[in-house]
């Protein structure tokens, strides 16, 4: 079996197509052969059975003797013989005289008995079709009237018809593997196109596409399907090296800042304040990242019902202690059965995404709507750009690439707001305030579908609705 997967697939298709054209082409000869045999043996049998008739007639008739019957009949090549009810041959044609009974069929006066010897007689090695036919004279004396007919010609003539067949068979098996060679070969040589041209994709790190045969056969929508392959690999390369390329950046900055202070002089007082603060930093992205990874293997969560009222108020006290954002906020008391910690830190990216690009304040909403909870939070800051609303919430995306690291963030944290409302079943969106503003706003079902961890017990506890 190794040794048959080791070898190419034109050639399995064409060990298969020879074994299977032998076995028919060797099945068709064989009935081929039987087929004429047969046929010639009922031939030369009715023949026989015709002279036994035309005998047997002349005897009953009275015409002549059992004895003298053969006098007037030709043998053309027949065995022929009378055989009385004694076992004694009477008569008998030239090539059979004096011999022994040709056969030990005895049928019964008008009766036939037919049979195929091997051989007979005096000819030994020859095979004959025998037909003994039963008949009384008028004086009723019974005998048996044996004609046997010698299938030498016949045995040679399906011998010679079988030989030319095979030989036929032969040659259009030849002719057949060759033309199957030929269109499996034609028919992989695109397969083969499109091998090499991967191999040279490979090469240059999976740059390029794949030339599409204008067929519109199965080879052509392969090629199809490996250059949305290629393309998704090429994307998913770029990104990879875009992650790793941001990720290096975001974490040179905060390790130069801390390598800067420690070779400050001891007695700078602000040193630990900045390390530490850089340190923070530092960790915060590792965090990021982290959830992030986690996310790319499916994201747990431990579900329990969560007042995402209760999580929003807790942001507007957040912002309004810290006094840097003005802050309005309009609540109306939601429950979901979601992760409390997940949703908690996806609103808190919210925020601080909507507090860093603010000019004048911020607003937070959240209400049921239908079987979803809806939480917006909007900033006086321009909408985001209708063609970038889907790429904000990819990992390291900024909209103004010249902007200051210490203040844009990261950029991770939009794309864990999408990880962690996704993982809920709900929807995040950039989108736009009715006077024109900058809105984000996150969907989230009030039971997740399909449930990917088992809730905790619920909470119990009434509603309750906070005033605007």
């Known amino acids: ?149 010698p299938l030498d010609v016949e045995a040679n003539t399906v011998r010679t018809a079988t030989l030319l067949l095979a030989l036929g068979a032969l040659a259009v098996l030849v002719l057949l593997l060759m033309l199957i060679s ?36 199965e080879i052509a929508r392969l090629a199809q399907t490996m250059n949305l392959m290629l393309a998704r690999l090429e994307q998913a390369d770029a990104t990879t090296r875009r992650f790793i390329s941001d990720a290096s950046h975001e974490l040179r900055s905060p390790l130069a800042t801390i390598r800067a202070a420690i070779e400050v002089s001891r007695s700078d007082p602000d040193r630990d304040a900045v390390i530490h603060g850089e340190v923070l930093r530092m960790q915060h992205l590792v965090e990021d990242l982290l959830t992030l990874a986690k996310a790319d293997d499916g994201l747990p969560l431990t579900l329990q019902e969560v007042d995402v009222d209760d999580l929003l108020e807790g942001e507007v006290r957040r912002l309004r202690a810290t006094g840097e954002v003005p802050v309005t906020a309009s609540i109306t008391a939601s429950r979901v059965v979601g992760d409390r910690l997940k949703l908690g830190q996806a609103l808190r990216n919210l925020v601080d995404n ?40 990819d990992r390291f995306a900024r909209l103004e690439e010249s902007r200051e690291r210490d203040s844009g963030g990261s950029g991770l944290g939009l794309a864990i707001v999408r990880t962690i409302v996704e993982a809920h079943g709900g929807v995040v969106r950039a989108t736009e305030t009715p006077d024109g503003q900058c809105r984000f706003e996150a969907r989230v079902p009030v039971v997740p579908a399909p449930v990917t961890a088992e809730a905790t017990e619920p909470v119990t506890g009434a509603f309750r609705q906070s005033p605007p």
């Open 182 to 217: 030929r269109i499996v070969k034609q028919a992989l040589m695109p397969v083969e196109r499109i091998r090499s041209e991967v191999a040279r994709i490979t090469r240059v790190r999976g740059r390029g596409h794949i030339t599409v045969p204008p067929t519109g056969d």
């Open 1 to 149: 079996m190794r040794r048959w997967n080791a070898w190419s697939l034109q050639r399995r298709v064409l060990v298969v197509s020879a074994a299977a054209a032998t076995i028919v082409i060797v099945l068709g000869v064989v009935a081929f052969a039987t087929a004429l045999d047969r046929i010639l043996y009922s031939a030369a049998q009715e023949a026989a059975r015709s002279r036994a008739t035309e005998i047997s007639a002349t005897i009953a008739g009275g015409g002549r003797s059992a004895d003298l019957a053969l006098l007037d009949v030709t043998s053309q090549g027949s065995l022929l013989q009378v055989i009385d009810s004694q076992q004694r041959v009477v008569a008998s044609s030239e090539s059979a005289l004096a011999r022994s009974p040709l056969t030990a069929l005895r049928p019964a006066p008008g009766s036939v008995d037919v049979a195929q010897e091997a051989t007979i007689p005096g000819e030994v090695g020859e095979p004959h079709a025998v037909v003994a036919q039963g008949v009384a004279d008028p004086s009723g004396a019974a005998y048996v009237v044996v004609v046997a007919n």
């Open 354 to 393: 909507a507090a860093a690009h603010t000019q004048g304040g911020v607003f937070l909403g959240v209400q049921p709507q239908g079987d979803d909870v809806v939480m917006t939070i909007d900033n006086d800051g321009p909408p985001v750009p209708l063609e970038q609303r889907e790429a904000v919430f």
